[in-house]
């Protein structure tokens, strides 16, 4: 194959020209053998201008008649020089209003590319730059002659941008889309777009790149804002706790605040919680806050004593009774605690104490979600939140069938254990300034407690634990001759010692209701602390169960 034979097979007329702008082949129509003027035509110029770009150039030459003709003027390389040019002619020839409406597209396709707030970036099928806009520098650190006529995987390399989204087209044949990072730091949301020929090969890629850094910027500061806001909440919400919890629970030992942690923790679930420990360690204080704490805490928070109520009205206190449902029954019906608590919380203390029968028809609550009341036909629903309390153990109850293994196990979702008081000795000091505080502001005194007896205090066994030493507090207030108490009035009314009747003084008038109701309070209390149940306490009183039932929900024992 020779170059003539090349030559021949182009249908574009066609000069061939040296170095030296001599023709060394020509090939023209007739048209422009009339209207072309060779020996006017000045081929150094394009033979000139070729060779200082080494690049396609474009050219426009008046004909005779006045018409423009397009040259395309192409270099001739061998061995890296420029040894030739072939101008090729006649790709389309314009009169004078065809070739400023073609100026102007072009001018403005210029205008466009370069003032695009996007970088508009032209690879050819090779992924060899053909065409960047101005934007570049500033986002890539290189002018536009920079990048022109580079491998897009050179620059990948250099790490100009990473990853080449020309690449990815050609490697996928497809749109991409992708987020880019250049050697300069910034990011870029990028386009790429291929574009194909008649047989689907591509032969350019057209990528448009958007800076997001400032938005990128923007929002990691909204995030970060985000993040110190969530933390502030978190610390208001703490403070709020703490301020809540600080007037009902009185503690500065790690074990308690373990405990608080522990109900701040689960007070946002609505899950059940099982709150155990001995006696008088503040079980129902701790279930309060959980339900202050939670999402309910606008809502009714019920509680009911298991112990402190007959077995045969205990069903009708939880479920409510219909109209006529048994003999005695009030005449419109009653509404079960359970329906009271409804998008509440519903707190059963000493539910170890609940029959088994009840314990049943509990589970089944559970479960179910809905209570059916005494000689009622219908189901309620309802949604309640409940939290159980017992000081005894529930899984020795199970082992021995006292209580229902299932209902233990639907209970003691979230177990909460309080120390016993004298295991947490260092609280006894501000638990006494508190109950001194109230105490006195009751009784309209002014007593304190000295150093050596309260460290006196903090070595009782304390087996009523908070409720023991609160009612302790009291008694000294009220009985103690001087207005500081010693070791000797505590010894003398010390924990887990009644005064007998006999021993009781009197240093000042008080009203005899009020007498009465203290010492009301304190049989009672040891009462309970000693027969444990309602019916024994009735027993040893020799009262009927319901009064004593009656006086200790009075009292709040």
Same mark, same amino acid.
Request: net charge neutral.
């Given at each position: 194959?020779?170059?003539?034979?090349?030559?021949?097979?182009?249908?574009?007329?066609?000069?061939?020209?040296?170095?030296?702008? &001599?023709?060394?082949?020509?090939?023209?129509?007739?048209?422009?053998?009339?209207?072309?003027?060779?020996?006017?035509?000045?081929?150094?110029?394009?033979?000139?201008?070729?060779?200082?770009?080494k690049?396609?150039k474009f050219?426009?030459?008046?004909?005779?008649?006045?018409?423009?003709?397009?040259?395309?003027?192409?270099?001739?390389?061998?061995?890296?020089?420029v040894?030739?040019?072939?101008?090729?002619?006649?790709?389309?020839?314009?009169?004078?209003?065809?070739?400023d409406?073609?100026?102007n597209?072009?001018?403005?396709?210029?205008?466009?590319?370069?003032?695009?707030?996007?970088?508009?970036?032209v690879?050819?099928?090779?992924?060899?730059?053909? #065409?960047?806009?101005?934007?570049c520098?500033?986002?890539?650190?290189?002018?536009?002659?920079e990048?022109?006529?580079?491998?897009?995987?050179?620059?990948?390399k250099e790490?100009?941008y990473? /990853?080449?989204?020309?690449r990815?087209?050609?490697?996928s044949?497809?749109?991409?889309?992708v987020?880019?990072?250049?050697? *300069?730091?910034?990011?870029?949301?990028?386009v790429?777009?291929?574009?194909?020929?008649?047989?689907?090969k591509?032969?350019?890629?057209i990528?448009?790149?958007?800076?997001?850094t400032?938005?990128?910027?923007?929002?990691?500061?909204?995030q970060? !804002?985000?993040e110190?806001?969530?933390?502030?909440?978190?610390?208001?919400?703490?403070?709020?706790?703490?301020?809540s919890?600080?007037?009902?629970?009185?503690? #500065?030992?790690?074990? !308690?605040?373990?405990v608080?942690?522990?109900?701040?923790?689960?007070?946002?679930f609505?899950? &059940?919680v099982?709150?155990?420990?001995?006696?008088?360690v503040?079980?129902?204080?701790v279930?309060?806050?959980i339900?202050?704490?939670?999402?309910r805490?606008?809502q009714?928070?019920?509680?009911i004593?298991?112990?402190?109520?007959?077995?045969?009205?205990?069903?009708s206190?939880?479920?409510?009774?219909?109209?006529?449902a048994?003999?005695g029954?009030?005449?419109g019906?009653? &509404?079960?605690?359970?329906?009271?608590?409804?998008?509440?919380?519903?707190?059963?203390d000493?539910v170890?104490?609940?029959?088994?029968?009840l314990?049943?028809?509990l589970?089944?609550?559970?479960?179910?979600?809905?209570?059916?009341?005494?000689?009622?036909?219908?189901?309620i629903?309802?949604?309640?939140?409940?939290?159980?309390? &017992?000081?005894?153990?529930?899984?020795?109850?199970?082992e021995?069938?006292?209580?229902?293994?299932?209902?233990?196990?639907?209970?003691?979702v979230?177990?909460?254990?309080i120390?016993?008081?004298?295991?947490?000795?260092?609280d006894?000091?501000?638990?006494?300034?508190?109950?001194?505080?109230?105490?006195?502001?009751?009784?309209?005194?002014?007593?304190?407690?000295?150093?050596?007896?309260?460290?006196?205090?903090?070595k009782? /066994?304390?087996?009523?634990?908070?409720?023991?030493?609160?009612?302790l507090?009291?008694?000294?207030?009220?009985?103690?001759?001087?207005?500081?108490?010693?070791?000797?009035?505590?010894?003398?009314?010390?924990?887990?010692?009644?005064?007998?009747?006999?021993?009781i003084k009197?240093?000042?008038?008080? /009203?005899?209701?009020?007498?009465?109701g203290?010492?009301?309070?304190?049989?009672?209390?040891?009462?309970?602390?000693?027969?444990?149940? *309602?019916?024994?306490?009735?027993?040893?009183?020799?009262?009927?169960?319901?009064?004593?039932? #009656?006086?200790?929900?009075?009292?709040?024992?």
């Open positions: 194959m020779n170059i003539q034979s090349v030559l021949d097979a182009l249908r574009s007329p066609y000069v061939l020209l040296d170095v030296k702008g &001599t023709i060394r082949a020509i090939s023209l129509s007739d048209y422009l053998a009339e209207n072309f003027e060779l020996e006017n035509a000045d081929f150094q110029q394009l033979v000139d201008s070729a060779m200082e770009e690049k396609v050219h426009s030459v008046t004909l005779q008649d006045n018409s423009e003709l397009l040259v395309q003027c192409n270099p001739v390389m061998e061995y890296g020089q040894v030739g040019v072939l101008c090729i002619l006649g790709g389309a020839f314009y009169g004078d209003a065809e070739l409406e073609f100026r597209t072009s001018l403005d396709l210029k205008t466009i590319f370069e003032s695009s707030y996007d970088v508009i970036y690879s050819d099928g090779e992924g060899v730059t053909l #065409r960047v806009s101005s934007a520098e500033e986002i890539w650190g290189k002018k536009p002659e990048l022109v006529g580079r491998s897009v995987l050179d620059l990948e790490g100009i990473r /990853p080449s989204v020309t990815l087209v050609l490697e044949r497809e749109k991409v889309r987020i880019q990072k250049t050697k *300069t730091g910034r990011t870029l949301l990028v790429g777009t291929p574009v194909k020929d008649k047989n689907g591509i032969v350019r890629v990528n448009a790149s958007r800076d997001i400032e938005i990128g910027k923007l929002r990691e500061e909204v970060t !804002m985000k110190m806001m969530e933390r502030y909440k978190q610390e208001i919400s703490r403070l709020r706790l703490h301020e919890s600080s007037s009902k629970l009185i503690y #500065r030992s790690v074990a !308690m605040e373990k608080v942690n522990q109900a701040q923790k689960i007070s946002g609505d899950t &059940t099982l709150i155990t420990g001995e006696s008088g503040g079980k129902d204080v279930a309060s806050l339900h202050e704490w939670s999402d805490s606008g009714p928070f019920v509680k004593n298991c112990g402190a109520i007959p077995e045969s009205l205990l069903e206190e939880l479920f409510g009774y219909e109209p006529g048994f003999t029954a009030q005449k019906g009653k &509404t079960g605690l359970f329906e009271l608590a409804h998008l509440g919380t519903l707190f059963l000493e170890a104490e609940l029959p088994l029968t314990q049943v028809k589970l089944r609550v559970l479960q179910e979600k809905e209570i059916r009341r005494i000689g009622g036909l219908r189901s629903p309802v949604d309640v939140r409940l939290i159980a309390a &017992t000081n005894r153990n529930l899984e020795k109850l199970v021995q069938g006292a209580f229902r293994e299932d209902l233990y196990y639907r209970l003691n979230f177990p909460i254990w120390p016993p008081l004298r295991k947490r000795v260092e006894i000091p501000l638990l006494v300034h508190h109950f001194a505080v109230k105490f006195n502001e009751r009784y309209g005194l002014n007593k304190s407690f000295s150093v050596e007896a309260i460290a006196e205090l903090q009782k /066994p304390w087996k009523g634990n908070v409720r023991e030493l609160q009612n507090v009291e008694r000294l207030i009220i009985s103690s001759d001087e207005p500081v108490i010693r070791v000797k009035d505590v010894n003398h009314f010390s924990a887990g010692k009644e005064p007998s009747p006999i021993e009197i240093h000042r008038e008080v /009203p005899l209701k009020e007498a009465v203290a010492a009301e309070k304190a049989i009672l209390e040891f009462a309970k602390k000693k027969y444990g149940t *309602t019916s024994g306490m009735a027993k040893a009183l020799e009262v009927d169960q319901s009064t004593v039932s #009656r006086k200790l929900r009075k009292y709040s024992l």
